[in-house]
């Protein structure tokens, strides 16, 4: 195979590799009734004036299915933390006992789930829509390049389409666990 080609198969296959990625990292912030320290993975905190990842600056931990507790390694910085939390939006209502910051998290209605679900779909929605614009490109780049036989791009385009099919096929599958974790009662 041409070495243009090959590159620009390999370009689009990161491309895809990296929307399967996205999405799995966006799954987790779907949280799924059990507390998990990764609920609060989106969470930043003014560190001094810039914008810090709360685990980098307090000890995340889970001592039961139902609670997360955060503790800072600097105690001015529970206010901060607290702030944190409430600007993620995440639906927790932290509790400060003045040493650590307590959160816990409610079992999850019905309505919730299917909201949950809802917001899954999308996410994976957004993971083909990267995906089919990797295929795109990668078409396009193939049409493109005028130093191969139109055979050799065909094939390119077809190899193309079959990795894009099944990288629409894994986002399905990851979809459907998700959405059967959020359903689990």
Same mark, same amino acid.
């Given at each position: 195979?041409?070495?243009?080609?090959?590159?620009?198969? %390999?370009?689009? +296959?990161?491309?895809?590799?990296? @929307?399967?990625?996205?999405?799995? +990292?966006?799954?987790?912030?779907?949280? =799924?009734? +059990? @507390?998990?320290?990764?609920?609060?993975?989106?969470?930043?905190?003014?560190?001094?004036?810039?914008?810090?990842?709360? *685990?980098?600056?307090?000890?995340? *931990?889970?001592?039961?299915? /139902?609670?997360?507790?955060?503790?800072?390694?600097?105690?001015?910085?529970?206010?901060?933390?607290?702030?944190?939390?409430?600007?993620? *939006?995440?639906?927790?209502?932290?509790?400060?006992?003045?040493?650590?910051?307590?959160?816990?998290?409610?079992?999850?209605?019905?309505? /919730? /789930?299917? %909201?949950?679900?809802?917001?899954?779909?999308?996410?994976?929605?957004?993971? +083909?829509?990267?995906? /089919? =614009?990797?295929?795109?490109? =990668?078409?396009?780049?193939?049409?493109? *390049? %005028?130093?191969?036989?139109?055979?050799?791009?065909?094939?390119?385009?077809?190899?193309?389409?079959?990795?894009?099919?099944?990288?629409?096929?894994?986002?399905?599958?990851?979809?459907?666990?998700?959405?059967?974790?959020?359903?689990?009662?």
């Amino acid at each position: 195979m041409n070495e243009d080609i090959q590159f620009i198969l %390999d370009t689009a +296959k990161e491309a895809m590799d990296n @929307a399967i990625a996205h999405l799995k +990292k966006q799954f987790i912030n779907i949280r =799924a009734g +059990k @507390a998990s320290p990764a609920m609060l993975g989106s969470v930043m905190v003014d560190y001094y004036g810039s914008q810090t990842p709360l *685990n980098q600056v307090a000890n995340v *931990n889970t001592p039961d299915g /139902r609670t997360i507790t955060v503790q800072p390694w600097e105690k001015n910085m529970l206010q901060e933390i607290e702030r944190g939390i409430a600007y993620a *939006n995440l639906g927790f209502n932290p509790m400060n006992n003045g040493e650590t910051i307590i959160i816990n998290v409610p079992p999850l209605t019905e309505e /919730r /789930r299917k %909201d949950l679900s809802k917001q899954a779909k999308a996410e994976a929605e957004d993971a +083909k829509v990267s995906i /089919r =614009a990797a295929r795109k490109d =990668a078409m396009n780049d193939v049409k493109k *390049n %005028d130093d191969v036989s139109e055979d050799l791009k065909n094939n390119a385009e077809i190899d193309i389409q079959e990795m894009t099919d099944k990288y629409v096929k894994k986002v399905d599958e990851l979809f459907d666990n998700k959405e059967k974790e959020i359903m689990t009662v």
